[in-house]
């Protein structure tokens, strides 16, 4: 896993928020290559253009990894065209096994628990449902999960179609080993001159990492403002294609690191170190990830990017 060291010097130990922005940003192939597992879908909508959400990003996961009982979430992103008021609904996802015509298992949920509208005017949303994936009914490891919802006058709000296989699957096929990174990392400040923080410098240990060894990022830089609260947003890709995106209070995120809002202004000296998995996909990962303190002026704005093959 991840582990964050911050410096014990005079230097103010402020930062969970950059840490975990330094950890997508910095680091970007750490928070996508963790979860291998991200990688081994594809998705598609079923739906029509009367649909009440409009699908711009989606995620599928599954904790502890795509295998029979564990828990695989979907999370989703996009515009609304709501034509009356959302008052409940229902989601339901019925997954289909190759070879097998009919469902092998069905899920539900409470789609007023699983829609959060995320502008005052309803007109954005994220959406997320969680379920159990089942136990093969045959020999095969490819697997469809089909995601319908619907509100209260049965108008249909999303229809997506998830194809996936187990990771029992993928480990048939012998994965490249000790990969190196050969272009990068690369880093950059996409910020402006208005931002409140400022990195300096960054460094990686190795230079060129690969597949299964210990890496310590660190980096130096200064906060020029008392941080009271914020939030985290970042998107993490490979070959162009976003995997991994989200948002996170500030402050939630700086309490996990054992330190309370508020942080004072100061000098910022962080390092962490990290073991990279033994089998990664070879590639190009990228990432974003903007830093906002209380006021949701932005504090930081880092793009980085490196080529593992």
């Given at each position: 896993?991840?582990?964050?060291?911050?410096s014990?010097?005079?230097?103010?130990?402020?930062?969970?928020?950059?840490s975990v922005?330094m950890?997508?940003?910095?680091?970007?192939a750490?928070?996508?290559?963790?979860?291998?597992?991200?990688?081994?879908?594809?998705?598609t909508?079923c739906?029509?253009?009367?649909?009440?959400l409009?699908?711009q990003?989606?995620?599928?996961?599954a904790?502890?990894?795509?295998?029979?009982?564990?828990?695989?979430?979907?999370?989703?992103?996009?515009?609304?065209?709501?034509h009356?008021?959302?008052?409940?609904?229902?989601?339901?996802?019925?997954?289909?096994?190759?070879?097998?015509?009919?469902s092998?298992?069905?899920?539900?949920?409470?789609?007023?628990?699983?829609?959060?509208f995320?502008?005052?005017?309803?007109t954005?949303?994220?959406?997320?449902?969680?379920f159990?994936?089942?136990?093969?009914?045959?020999?095969?490891?490819?697997?469809?999960?089909?995601?319908?919802?619907?509100?209260q006058?049965k108008?249909?709000y999303?229809c997506?179609?998830?194809q996936?296989?187990?990771?029992s699957?993928e480990?048939?096929?012998?994965?490249?080993?000790?990969?190196?990174?050969?272009?990068?990392?690369h880093f950059?400040?996409?910020g402006?001159?208005?931002?409140?923080m400022k990195v300096?410098?960054?460094?990686?240990?190795p230079?060129?990492?690969?597949?299964g060894?210990?890496?310590?990022?660190?980096?130096?830089?200064?906060?020029?403002?008392?941080?009271?609260?914020?939030?985290?947003?970042y998107?993490?890709?490979?070959?162009g294609?976003p995997?991994i995106h989200?948002?996170?209070?500030?402050?939630?995120?700086?309490?996990?690191?054992?330190?309370?809002?508020?942080?004072?202004?100061?000098?910022?000296?962080?390092?962490?170190?990290?073991?990279?998995?033994?089998?990664?996909?070879?590639?190009?990962?990228?990432?974003t990830?903007?830093?906002?303190?209380q006021?949701?002026?932005?504090?930081?704005?880092?793009?980085?990017?490196f080529?593992?093959?």
């Amino acid at each position: 896993g991840i582990t964050t060291i911050l410096s014990a010097s005079h230097h103010t130990r402020i930062l969970a928020s950059t840490s975990v922005t330094m950890k997508v940003v910095l680091a970007l192939a750490l928070v996508c290559l963790l979860a291998p597992s991200a990688f081994a879908y594809k998705w598609t909508s079923c739906g029509t253009r009367y649909d009440r959400l409009k699908t711009q990003t989606l995620s599928f996961t599954a904790s502890p990894g795509f295998q029979a009982g564990a828990v695989a979430t979907i999370h989703t992103t996009g515009s609304t065209d709501l034509h009356v008021p959302f008052v409940t609904g229902a989601w339901q996802v019925r997954i289909y096994e190759l070879g097998f015509a009919h469902s092998i298992d069905t899920a539900f949920g409470n789609l007023a628990d699983a829609l959060k509208f995320t502008d005052p005017k309803n007109t954005t949303y994220e959406f997320t449902a969680s379920f159990t994936l089942p136990a093969a009914m045959g020999s095969s490891t490819n697997f469809t999960a089909s995601l319908i919802s619907t509100d209260q006058s049965k108008a249909t709000y999303n229809c997506l179609e998830l194809q996936y296989t187990y990771d029992s699957a993928e480990e048939e096929v012998e994965a490249p080993k000790a990969l190196t990174v050969t272009d990068g990392p690369h880093f950059w400040s996409c910020g402006t001159s208005a931002d409140k923080m400022k990195v300096q410098k960054i460094t990686i240990s190795p230079p060129t990492p690969k597949a299964g060894e210990e890496i310590t990022i660190a980096a130096v830089g200064t906060s020029s403002e008392q941080i009271t609260g914020g939030k985290l947003k970042y998107v993490a890709g490979l070959d162009g294609i976003p995997l991994i995106h989200g948002s996170k209070d500030l402050c939630t995120v700086l309490k996990d690191a054992h330190i309370n809002c508020p942080v004072a202004a100061g000098p910022v000296d962080i390092g962490y170190s990290v073991k990279l998995p033994s089998f990664v996909p070879a590639g190009n990962y990228s990432a974003t990830a903007h830093a906002y303190d209380q006021d949701n002026n932005e504090l930081l704005c880092m793009t980085g990017y490196f080529v593992l093959a």
